[in-house]
């Protein structure tokens, strides 16, 4: 067992890397686009999210760390070969958002200096290839992570006060909307906690050394902190767009984020979003990152386990240097996202639903732990949740292309 200022750190590094792989490119596009549409109703959606996040990211955390074990093998020891098919998914799906996540660094360079976006991809992609090659990558990429989340937040703050949002107004339809739409909360949940960043903190635990029910104790100040600091960001810009909105400015369909910061304060604002943009694209290439090769990693012993760490700086390189290329040469594969797109909004009800059944396995989860029965109940009303309107999705998805 970490003494508690060990285990403290590794909680906050995993809480925050979930919190900012989930605040990418397309965070801040969904939030403000929907704030756009909705208006004040749209907080009723971010609060749904809020409980669903809740929810999901307790449940995973805890049967991840008190197992010992990865999502992959926990699959597959409940079902052989299932962890494959789960590996697959994550990955492929990282790794296709992965080229969103390194466009909208280069985006944010864009702004910020006028270079390109594809050149300002080139250099995300070397940054995220340092961090991740760097003797004690870990912790960098914790530290990293944290400083571009202050960054986020404090920006935004700024653009919250010098915009004067109605607040008691997006209270009120808070909790009382006039209009709800499922859509927005089944999309907001897929990119709050959707793909691999329902593992993300998970296994950061893990390789931080937190495992065991003796570990309860920070799994959960993990994940609430991690759900707190995504939730506040989004609340956030939320309230930035209402205000915006309310002043009777017109946000621009095709960067609805960007018009945000540009009618709160300007150009300078404008550069404020580029910033922003930049961190979000960052945190968010680390995040997919770490966990998609994560999910790479099946080794049960110390031996397997050294073999896998000699090879996973190649297996790094290759990802980032993957998702880098294709936006340099190709551009966002608009076709490719939308399929992957849509699958990836069937992962989390179907690796939950994974997890729910493993945590009644004791050859899984050891004699001694139960697991809490509100949990298991909350998260098998989201399963069927996501899975419909998963599935929903898929049939949009598909039908689009035709």
Request: hydrophobic share 55%; charged share 10%; proline share 3%.
């Amino acid at each position: 067992m970490l003494n508690h200022k060990k285990a403290f750190s590794v909680a906050m590094g995993a809480a925050f890397l979930m919190a900012m792989s989930a605040v990418g490119p397309g965070f801040l596009t969904q939030t403000a686009a929907f704030t756009s549409q909705m208006g004040a109703d749209f907080g009723f959606a971010i609060l749904v999210c809020i409980l669903v996040d809740i929810g999901v990211q307790l449940n995973i955390w805890r049967i991840i760390c008190v197992s010992g074990k990865r999502a992959q093998q926990i699959a597959n020891e409940l079902v052989p070969g299932l962890g494959y098919v789960l590996t697959a998914l994550i990955v492929i799906g990282g790794l296709t958002f992965n080229i969103g996540n390194i466009g909208g660094v280069g985006l944010g360079f864009n702004v910020l200096f006028g270079i390109s976006p594809e050149n300002g991809a080139l250099i995300g992609g070397a940054i995220a290839l340092i961090i991740f090659l760097v003797r004690n990558a870990l912790i960098v990429m914790d530290r990293t992570v944290q400083v571009l989340a202050v960054v986020k937040v404090l920006l935004i703050i700024f653009i919250v006060a010098i915009s004067s949002p109605p607040v008691g107004q997006a209270a009120l339809h808070t909790i009382a909307p006039s209009h709800i739409d499922f859509y927005s909360i089944v999309t907001i949940v897929g990119g709050t906690v959707g793909g691999y960043i329902s593992f993300s903190g998970g296994h950061r635990l893990l390789e931080g050394g937190l495992k065991g029910k003796e570990s309860i104790r920070y799994i959960n100040q993990g994940a609430l902190t991690g759900i707190g600091v995504a939730s506040f960001i989004r609340v956030l810009l939320f309230l930035a767009a209402l205000a915006v909105i309310a002043e009777g400015f017109k946000l621009n369909p095709l960067n609805p984020a960007a018009s945000i910061f540009s009618a709160a304060a300007g150009n300078f604002g404008y550069k404020f979003f580029g910033l922003i943009l930049l961190a979000a694209g960052m945190t968010s290439t680390l995040g997919s990152t770490f966990t998609s090769v994560s999910f790479l990693n099946y080794s049960t012993d110390k031996g397997t386990e050294s073999i896998f760490h000699k090879l996973r700086p190649f297996l790094i390189i290759f990802f980032i240097v993957f998702s880098t290329a294709v936006f340099y040469f190709i551009g966002r594969p608009a076709k490719i996202l939308v399929i992957v797109g849509a699958i990836n909004g069937l992962i989390l009800p179907i690796a939950l639903a994974i997890l729910l059944v493993a945590v009644t396995k004791k050859k899984i989860m050891g004699e001694l732990y139960k697991h809490p029965l509100w949990l298991t109940i909350f998260g098998w009303i989201i399963v069927v949740f996501m899975a419909y309107a998963g599935v929903e999705s898929v049939i949009k998805g598909f039908s689009s292309l035709f």
